[in-house]
């Protein structure tokens, strides 16, 4: 189970950071990523984190956003800096079952409103 | 790599056979899955690797295709298949969604 957490209504230029928290299996034995939806579009993969640690990013939150890992709390988040408006959607996390190349389980979703 | 889905809005009425189309912008082989989306809720995830029947998944849903064109089918629609679709590839970076498919009540 995902269970995100941490959105929320922010200034453009402004800070926010996404927590998933993960329940049942291991974020360190897992590909995990973050995936968004702005309200009435399609899905946009944002990041990923590697079981080894690595990391991948859309080109446009290069730079702004950096997800990470915390293996004891067994926890993933999204740090989101330098916000616009345009990044406002609802955020979801999801894991990614690398053997099967598909995003198996996700989260309910938490609303991100960037604006003034 | 875009994924282009069609049709972007379909009609069809219970009982029906109905068939949504991805195609990408380049070859990428069967690493593609599909998810149905409920309003306000998270993707489900249906197929993964172009064909394969996730768990718990009905039969009526099934996929095929390889390369850059595959298609996502789902015989005799039942009350709870109409929603939105959308397929993913897992090629390359950046990972992406096609547009989606809403399949409507005629």
């Known amino acids: 189970q995902l269970v995100e957490s941490g959105g929320g209504l922010v200034q453009p230029g402004g800070s926010l950071r996404l927590t998933c928290a993960v329940s049942g299996f291991k974020v360190r034995n897992n590909y995990m990523n973050w995936v968004r939806q702005a309200p009435g579009k399609g899905l946009e993969w944002v990041s990923v984190?590697?079981?080894?640690?690595?990391?991948e990013y859309l080109d446009s939150v290069k730079g702004r956003f950096t997800i990470s890992r915390d293996t004891v709390k067994n926890t993933f988040y999204l740090q989101m800096n330098s916000l616009r408006p345009e990044d406002t959607a609802v955020y979801f996390c999801?894991?990614?079952?690398?053997?099967?190349?598909?995003?198996?389980?996700w989260g309910q979703g938490t609303l991100v409103t960037v604006s003034s | 790599i875009q994924l282009t889905q069609s049709p972007s809005f379909l009609s069809a009425s219970v009982g029906d056979k109905v068939t949504i189309t991805c195609r990408a912008s380049q070859g990428i082989r069967n690493y593609l899955a599909w998810y149905q989306q409920k309003p306000g809720k998270a993707p489900k995830l249906l197929i993964y690797?172009?064909?394969t029947l996730q768990s718990g998944v009905p039969s009526r849903y099934s996929g095929s295709g390889s390369g850059t064109e595959f298609i996502l089918t789902i015989n005799t629609l039942q009350p709870e298949d109409f929603t939105t679709y959308y397929c993913q590839q897992f090629d390359s970076y950046p990972l992406t969604f096609g547009g989606g498919t809403k399949v409507e009540i005629k």
């Open positions: 690797g172009a064909s």
């Open positions: 999801a894991s990614w079952v690398v053997a099967d190349d598909a995003f198996d389980i």
């Open positions: 984190i590697y079981s080894d640690g690595r990391t």
